[in-house]
């Protein structure tokens, strides 16, 4: 039937088990207003592995992974526009923001305008569960086709951003970009990077455009370095070359000309990192942390050297919103020329989304994507 379509999607369960399943599905399904994508690629990133080992305690499995991916417009019910009032067509290439639901109604939404923060936020990829019988359950990018609900944001990519560059940025750039802003980088600013992973490139491209005169990335291993030099960013710090805090405290000092960070970003993921940053800010600095996503422990902080007579301000940032997501797209359709063929790793396909999951977790890759196109 021209109605139905043969999918083929990535399936993750509570006990970390990942299985592909197909089958045939029914466009018929679809709700006014919703627009079906055929994939082109998904991300594979840290918060993927943290749903394998079930380290969010929100997540309704079993779910599609994959909360950030580019597709094509394959199918729409009903008339359906951007943010900017643009009708989005058959065979536009469109990214779209992850976050759904938000309610625009709670005091996260309406007092404290912390739209991350409502409760009634849920993430595509992420807190969506799937029911692979419906069209509806197709809530993730790790899929041959991804079904968006209505009133979902969608981007059309711009004509210079091709999917590939786009993808390169993926989920990293609105969370770097949204770090980035509750940094307050000033021109001049001297920032440190903590982590070298996507987030952490993102984070030194944004802190440079912001107008940052030295930017250091401080992280392993040396590969993902490599990547971190090629877009610009000279001054770096392994972890695994420099033994202790200290140590690279005094290298921060001797590549700042004795100088401490007005700016200190944690893209690590390591609760260790939280301690140390706090020591590689000036007095009067700002430290913004941004990888801590998911409980991986606590650590030891001294609340009059580390913070109080340092004068530090320490802020967290949680996810991101459409603004940071669409201000993301524009800054990379103006960065294309940038070589982000190199943070792409490798491109997987579906039925090897376990093995791409084992090499982000071991670091093996930059950035590994997954494409229903390769067999």
Known sequence: MEDELENECVLMGREGRVWVESGKLSKSDMEQGSVLLRTLFAEVCGTDVHLLHGRLNTVPYPII???????????????????????????DVVTFLDVIDTCNSCLSCLVDKQTTRCPFRRVIGITCTSNTKSI????????????LPPNTKIIKLPEQLSPRVFISGGCGLPTALHAVDRANVRLM????????????????????????????VIGAPAHRLEVVKSFGIKLTINIEETRTALERREVVKEKMGGRLADVVIEATGRPEAVAEGLELCRDGGTYVVVGQYTDNGSVDVNPHFQINRKHITIKGSWGSDFSHFYRGVQFMARMSHLPWDLVVSKVYALKDAKEALASVEKLEVFKALLSPAVS
């Open 65 to 91: 992974p994959g909360h950030v991916a580019v597709g094509q417009v394959h199918f729409l019910c009903g008339p359906v526009s951007d943010v900017e009032g643009v009708p989005i067509k058959f065979g």
């Open 136 to 147: 509806r359950g197709l809530l993730g990018g790790w899929s041959s086709y991804i079904y």
């Open 189 to 216: 600013d001297r920032v440190v990077i903590q982590g070298s992973g996507p987030v952490g490139l993102l984070a030194a491209l944004l802190a440079q455009a912001s107008g940052a005169v030295q930017v250091v």
